[in-house]
């Protein structure tokens, strides 16, 4: 037995929550994940190592199931449908990939305050890090699923770019944009579970609407849909990813949209700080309603 | 529970007689064994634990029926007083409780006992007044909380010592004594699904009980796994016991107050209702318990007879 210098036993003053200025359970909030990183990167590897574990391919699945995904695309749109624009194999895997980090940031974070049930009712410790170890998880799939990426230049050598360096800069948008979500997400869903029950087809009529499986200048070029659509998040993020990993129909390369995704960043720090506040306000009720 | 005569039960004194007869004295003038080594390190007159009108509220529309169901049975005892919204599990609360201090909390179920306790450990929030603590806590609640059956014993120790918040060296310093302790053998690289019910049980002890806090919370007092080890983890809660700066035990077990705690305290209906002695305190909740086992009794008697209350 020992007595180390833990945080979560060091003396401590609490009040009623309703006591505190917004500015302060933000910058707690903030503090908390800075603070708590170690244990974001055990959970975030405890999700990884528990992901496909017993299966025969075991970790080939984070390469394959992209790819499997791509392959029924391809099937539905290009062979059934005979709608496919050139190269369409590369064209909606563009999307798939960051589509699925979405998905999974989205998924996990939700799911990830109900899902812990007997330890917030009985370990003190800053829930807000498990949100961001979902979204962490995702991420981390994200990049794993890049060697999917690399194997699909293999057929696809010519559209090769430069461009393809920028490819952290839309992951940081996507980021802030899916943890400032995966935050309230998380929070509502501690108290109304449908969340976690809709997410799925939210999810799945979301990507329809995004610029994935089609792109606006091919298809919606003057479509009185298009500034609806334009107004969607994932809108900017998906056809930079696209412009980065596929380029034009003709294969020219013409770098992201710096503009959108500038638009998109500056909304997810909003949406992050909202979260936060959103979070941490529901926080000391979690224990109660779990 | 099935007591071995040979290997000593928990009701024997988890201190030395002489600190034992210090405890018993306690509120005499001379000082004491307890009172010499609280004030050593104390300055005089600062509690461990400061309660000033604390309130817990629960939000029934937001609980869940589990949940909503035991508040609406406390809400009925309670009379019309409370609101439908809304239910304090604890109210207008105010405690101190002094370094060296082996404090029992008694009283009927769903008093709010509990509620005191998870907001002692920071668990639950304060939803009016404040808590302060002059001293680091943990509880031995955590028995097994957040175990992932995927990660191997090993790996489940790093995640529960960073959910707890214990540094990476310190956890590192104390893993191989958590192990040893709960003698899970070659089993600490498999998998914890592989584990038997048992073994998780040692693991989760192990863990909870490898950190000294200054106050240990305790609620009710803990039997785990077979003979030899509950017998091990008993003589650890003593030595628990002896090394915190205060104690705080939530029970049933009124003979475990009278015998070692030095203060008690009556909840009901989420506040205070006696504080003193433990054996005067233990007599007042027999007391009331027994007047309301009669009320309870003669309203039956009506009823069953068809007479309106």
Not at chain 1, 140 to 145: G, K, L, N, R, W
Not at chain 1, 157 to 162: E, F, I, K, V
Not at chain 2, 88 to 112: C, F, K, M, Q, T
């Amino acid at each position: 037995m020992t007595t180390p210098g833990s945080d979560a036993l060091r003396p401590a003053v609490r009040v009623a929550t309703s006591e505190r200025s917004p500015v302060s359970l933000i910058l707690e909030g903030i503090n908390e994940l800075l603070s708590r990183r170690r244990l974001i990167r055990y959970m975030v590897s405890a999700n990884m190592k528990r992901t496909h574990v017993d299966t025969v391919l075991g970790q080939i699945w984070w390469v394959l199931d992209p790819l499997l995904q791509m392959a029924i695309y391809v099937v539905l749109i290009e062979i059934i449908l005979n709608r496919g624009t050139p190269d369409y194999p590369l064209f909606i895997f563009a999307a798939i990939l960051p589509w699925k980090w979405l998905s999974i940031s989205l998924g996990t974070s939700t799911g990830s305050i109900t899902g812990r049930e007997g330890l917030i009712r009985q370990v003190q410790f800053p829930k807000i890090v498990l949100p961001a170890a979902g979204v962490l998880t995702g991420t981390v799939s994200f990049a794993i699923s890049l060697i999917a990426l690399g194997l699909m230049y293999v057929l696809y050598a010519d559209r090769l770019s430069p461009w393809l360096l920028l490819i952290p800069l839309v992951a940081v948008v996507q980021f802030a944009f899916s943890i400032g979500l995966g935050f309230i997400l998380a929070a509502v869903n501690t108290f109304y579970r449908d969340v976690q029950n809709i997410l799925g087809h939210i999810l799945r009529l979301w990507f329809y609407a995004s610029p994935g499986l089609w792109s606006f200048q091919e298809n919606l070029q003057d479509s009185p849909l298009r500034p609806l659509l334009m107004l969607n998040p994932m809108a900017p993020i998906l056809e930079s990813y696209r412009s980065l990993i596929y380029g034009t129909t003709e294969g020219i390369h013409t770098g992201p949209d710096f503009f959108g995704l500038g638009v998109v960043f500056l909304f997810s720090i909003g949406l992050i700080l909202v979260g936060i506040l959103l979070f941490k306000r529901m926080e000391p009720a979690f224990a109660k309603v779990v | 529970m099935t007591v071995d005569p040979k290997q000593p039960a928990f009701e024997e004194p988890p201190m030395s007689d002489s600190e034992l007869e210090a405890a018993a004295r306690d509120d005499e003038p001379e000082e004491s064994e307890l009172d010499r080594r609280r004030h050593e390190i104390y300055p005089e007159g600062q509690p461990a634990v400061r309660i000033r009108n604390l309130g817990i509220r629960y939000n029934l529309r937001l609980t869940r029926r589990n949940t909503l169901k035991q508040s609406l049975a406390s809400m009925v005892r309670r009379g019309d007083e409370v609101k439908q919204t809304h239910f304090w599990a604890i109210r207008n609360l105010d405690l101190d409780i002094e370094h060296g201090d082996n404090l029992g909390v008694i009283g009927p179920n769903g008093a709010g006992k509990s509620t005191l306790l998870l907001s002692l450990a920071g668990i639950l929030a304060p939803s009016e007044g404040s808590v302060e603590m002059f001293g680091g806590t943990s509880t031995l609640l955590t028995i097994g909380a957040g175990f992932d059956g995927d990660l191997t014993g090993r790996d489940n120790i790093d995640l529960a010592g960073a959910f707890l918040g214990i540094p990476h060296q310190d956890m590192a310093r104390i893993t191989p004594d958590i192990i040893e302790f709960a003698d899970i053998g070659p089993f600490i690289d498999a998998p914890l699904r592989t584990y038997s019910t048992g073994m998780r049980a040692r693991l989760g002890f192990s863990i909870a009980t490898s950190v000294i806090p200054d106050i240990l919370l305790l609620d009710e007092v803990l039997g785990t796994g077979d003979q030899t080890f509950r017998s091990k983890s008993q003589a650890r809660i003593r030595e628990l016991i002896q090394t915190a700066k205060a104690v705080v035990v939530v029970t049933h077990d009124l003979g475990y107050v009278t015998e070692f705690c030095n203060r008690a305290i009556l909840v009901e209906r989420g506040g205070i209702v006696a504080q003193g002695k433990p054996a005067d305190i233990v007599t007042e909740y027999r007391d009331r318990v027994r007047e309301q086992k009669l009320i309870a009794e003669n309203q039956a008697k009506r009823f069953a007879s068809g007479v309106p209350g």
